[in-house]
């Protein structure tokens, strides 16, 4: 006879049938739970690829060309993701004792998404491309007087004009173009190329296609996983990003709490706030401030140090930060924002808020309040009136406005110009038409205050927007460029150039603000240090992961 469950559980009283039921449920029970502690004891979990991430921007796509987008423009985020740059694709950097001559070889699997390698004839073209006047490119300034030339097809070799020991700052923001797709157009007609919105790349992610409205406007841009980037580079884990374009702040946020997109970045607080589901924000340190650029030619009173480091004694900056950043921003003390390791707090002891030590140094150029006047005068009796131009945008406008407050409060009298930020960008600024500017400045991670603060950047299209003159700074500022990166020569140059320049108050150094990123809870793997511009957002884009799995420890 076989045996038989059945047979024996028929020998078995009800009761104890139920006893032995109960025994197998718990031990079915306990068995589970053993595995799962098992399993959650011997496993980690760790990214896996796959998933769709979606992102929302403000603005539209025009130029996917790394030789034509501007910074800050949705353009520069595609073109970071779809496009290597020079350290990713190059084997190595090398460079002689001077500086002057550098020489990039390229990795022998570095290839365009359709599997044809890149050479430094594409190096060679994209700069060659920027230099071309008729390009109109922003990085033409960046790359004149640098010489490339061809070693072989897989090592070119820059020749500089001056010794600098930050070229690797401009390597970095050089990502080639195919020159296959691009040889046979004039450089004046690069703007007209359909592959400036269906782009050929070499980075983590690939076009795959875009929507448009019947107006013209772009809904949405898709990117796939490029698989060939892995032999470079770490390939990413997440299969797509889609990114759905927006007309402003608000439709951006009402899709963000709708579910149509899963993240964005802003600058300001307001939109950061504004979601209606649980979120992540990272409010992460910038290297851009805000200042407020003396313009001594334009009104001889700024030609005094005292009144201008009077007019910054006057100014409370943790008020402006309280105002209009709401409490989102830092104070700056000098030419080199705390969110940088090249920061000297010692240039504080320069620029704190001191109304008393104000009120003196007024007195010492001979200004006067009559009795009974809540406004200062001139020793002869004139007036005094202080104009500042500003953008007619978020944050400047409201920056000059807080400063305007604040200097007639203490009966300095003060008027603000804000104007349309193109009017400012192509005539203000290139004119050198203000007495103060209220402006800011981006500084790269290894920062050059060559364009900022070296005397021959006074005037256009030099950024030396308070045509700051000082041999001193000048002499330092020479040095810093053949200083390497690395050494403590450059800590000591960049500590005294911050108090040289803090002591002659050239500009009033007001506020660097914070990038806010914001993205539902499925998404991992984030982690944003600093953000010089917002697409640097997108720097660790290969750690980002939707879905994840279990691996043995």
């Given at each position: 006879?076989?045996?038989?469950?059945?047979?024996?559980?028929?020998?078995?009283?009800?009761?104890?049938?139920?006893?032995?039921?109960?025994?197998?449920?718990?031990?079915?029970?306990?068995?589970?739970?053993?595995?799962?502690?098992?399993?959650?004891?011997?496993?980690?979990?760790?990214?896996?690829?796959?998933?769709?991430?979606?992102?929302?921007?403000?603005?539209?796509?025009?130029?996917?060309?790394?030789?034509?987008?501007?910074?800050?423009?949705?353009?520069?985020?595609?073109?970071?993701?779809?496009?290597?740059n020079?350290?990713?694709?190059?084997?190595?950097?090398?460079?002689?004792?001077?500086?002057?001559?550098?020489?990039?070889?390229?990795?022998?699997?570095?290839?365009?998404?359709?599997?044809?390698?890149?050479?430094?004839?594409?190096?060679?073209?994209?700069?060659?491309?920027?230099?071309?006047?008729?390009?109109?490119?922003?990085?033409?300034?960046?790359?004149?007087?640098?010489?490339?030339?061809?070693?072989?097809?897989?090592?070119?070799?820059?020749?500089?004009?001056?010794?600098?020991?930050?070229?690797?700052?401009?390597?970095?923001?050089?990502?080639?173009?195919?020159?296959?797709?691009?040889?046979?157009?004039?450089?004046?007609?690069?703007?007209?190329?359909?592959?400036?919105?269906?782009?050929?790349?070499?980075?983590?992610?690939?076009?795959?296609?875009?929507?448009?409205?019947?107006?013209?406007?772009?809904?949405?841009?898709?990117?796939?996983?490029?698989?060939?980037?892995?032999?470079?580079?770490s390939?990413?884990?997440?299969?797509?990003?889609?990114?759905?374009?927006?007309?402003?702040?608000?439709?951006?946020?009402?899709?963000?709490?709708?579910?149509?997109?899963?993240?964005?970045?802003?600058?300001?607080?307001?939109?950061?706030?504004d979601?209606?589901?649980?979120?992540?924000?990272?409010?992460?340190?910038?290297?851009?401030?805000?200042?407020?650029?003396?313009?001594?030619?334009?009104?001889?009173?700024?030609?005094?140090?005292?009144?201008?480091?009077?007019?910054?004694?006057?100014?409370?900056?943790?008020?402006?930060?309280?105002?209009?950043?709401?409490?989102?921003?830092?104070?700056?003390?000098?030419?080199?924002?705390?969110?940088?390791?090249?920061?000297?707090?010692?240039?504080?002891?320069?620029?704190?808020?001191?109304?008393?030590?104000?009120?003196?140094?007024?007195?010492?150029v001979?200004?006067?309040?009559?009795?009974?006047?809540?406004?200062?005068?001139?020793?002869?009796?004139?007036?005094?009136?202080?104009?500042?131009?500003?953008p007619?945008?978020?944050?400047?406008?409201?920056?000059?406005?807080?400063?305007q407050?604040?200097?007639?409060?203490?009966?300095?009298?003060?008027?603000?110009?804000?104007?349309?930020?193109?009017?400012?960008?192509?005539d203000?600024?290139?004119?050198?038409?203000?007495?103060?500017?209220?402006?800011?400045?981006?500084?790269?991670?290894?920062?050059?205050?060559?364009?900022?603060?070296?005397?021959?950047?006074?005037?256009?299209?030099?950024?030396?927007?308070?045509?700051?003159?000082?041999?001193?700074?000048?002499?330092?500022?020479?040095?810093?460029?053949?200083?390497?990166?690395?050494?403590s020569?450059?800590?000591?140059?960049?500590?005294?150039?911050?108090?040289?320049?803090?002591?002659?108050?050239?500009?009033?150094?007001?506020?660097?603000?914070?990038?806010?990123?914001?993205?539902?809870g499925?998404?991992?793997?984030?982690?944003?240090?600093?953000?010089?511009?917002p697409?640097?957002?997108?720097?660790n884009?290969?750690?980002?992961?939707?879905?994840?799995?279990?691996?043995?420890?």
């Open positions: 006879m076989g045996f038989s469950y059945r047979t024996v559980l028929k020998t078995f009283s009800r009761i104890e049938r139920i006893v032995f039921v109960a025994c197998f449920v718990v031990l079915l029970l306990s068995g589970g739970f053993l595995i799962i502690h098992f399993l959650g004891s011997s496993t980690i979990t760790a990214p896996d690829k796959g998933g769709a991430y979606h992102e929302g921007v403000v603005g539209q796509p025009s130029f996917i060309n790394p030789v034509l987008a501007k910074n800050g423009t949705p353009d520069k985020d595609l073109v970071t993701l779809i496009f290597a020079v350290p990713t694709i190059a084997q190595s950097i090398k460079h002689d004792d001077a500086f002057r001559t550098w020489n990039v070889r390229i990795k022998e699997n570095a290839t365009w998404e359709d599997g044809s390698p890149i050479t430094s004839d594409d190096i060679i073209f994209t700069v060659q491309t920027i230099q071309n006047q008729d390009t109109l490119s922003p990085l033409l300034s960046d790359w004149q007087n640098i010489v490339p030339a061809r070693i072989s097809e897989r090592e070119v070799q820059f020749q500089l004009l001056n010794s600098y020991a930050l070229f690797e700052n401009l390597l970095a923001e050089l990502r080639p173009i195919p020159k296959k797709l691009f040889a046979d157009i004039s450089p004046a007609n690069l703007k007209l190329s359909a592959y400036n919105l269906e782009p050929i790349g070499s980075g983590p992610f690939v076009y795959s296609g875009l929507s448009k409205r019947r107006d013209g406007f772009i809904d949405s841009f898709s990117l796939i996983r490029n698989s060939r980037f892995g032999a470079i580079g390939e990413p884990y997440i299969d797509e990003i889609k990114f759905y374009f927006f007309e402003n702040e608000e439709k951006l946020v009402r899709a963000y709490n709708m579910g149509t997109i899963d993240g964005f970045g802003t600058q300001l607080l307001s939109t950061a706030t979601v209606q589901v649980h979120s992540s924000r990272q409010d992460v340190p910038t290297s851009k401030y805000f200042s407020a650029f003396f313009n001594a030619s334009a009104n001889e009173l700024l030609a005094s140090p005292s009144i201008r480091e009077g007019l910054t004694r006057i100014t409370n900056s943790q008020a402006i930060i309280e105002r209009v950043f709401r409490n989102t921003a830092v104070v700056v003390n000098g030419p080199i924002p705390p969110s940088l390791e090249a920061y000297n707090p010692a240039v504080e002891a320069y620029t704190s808020f001191n109304q008393d030590a104000a009120y003196q140094l007024f007195k010492n001979g200004w006067e309040k009559e009795e009974g006047s809540a406004t200062w005068k001139q020793e002869n009796g004139d007036d005094i009136l202080f104009i500042i131009k500003t007619d945008a978020w944050p400047l406008r409201d920056i000059a406005l807080e400063l407050r604040q200097w007639n409060a203490f009966g300095v009298p003060t008027e603000v110009i804000s104007l349309d930020p193109q009017i400012i960008n192509d203000t600024i290139r004119t050198r038409n203000y007495e103060i500017l209220v402006f800011g400045n981006i500084l790269s991670l290894h920062p050059d205050l060559f364009s900022f603060w070296h005397s021959s950047e006074r005037f256009y299209p030099g950024l030396n927007l308070s045509l700051y003159e000082n041999k001193t700074v000048d002499d330092i500022i020479k040095s810093l460029r053949t200083a390497d990166i690395t050494s020569k450059r800590v000591s140059l960049l500590e005294e150039i911050q108090r040289e320049i803090a002591s002659d108050y050239p500009a009033l150094f007001i506020a660097s603000p914070r990038y806010f990123y914001v993205t539902r499925s998404i991992e793997g984030i982690s944003l240090s600093l953000v010089s511009l697409h640097d957002r997108f720097d884009i290969a750690q980002w992961y939707l879905k994840t799995r279990r691996l043995f420890k």
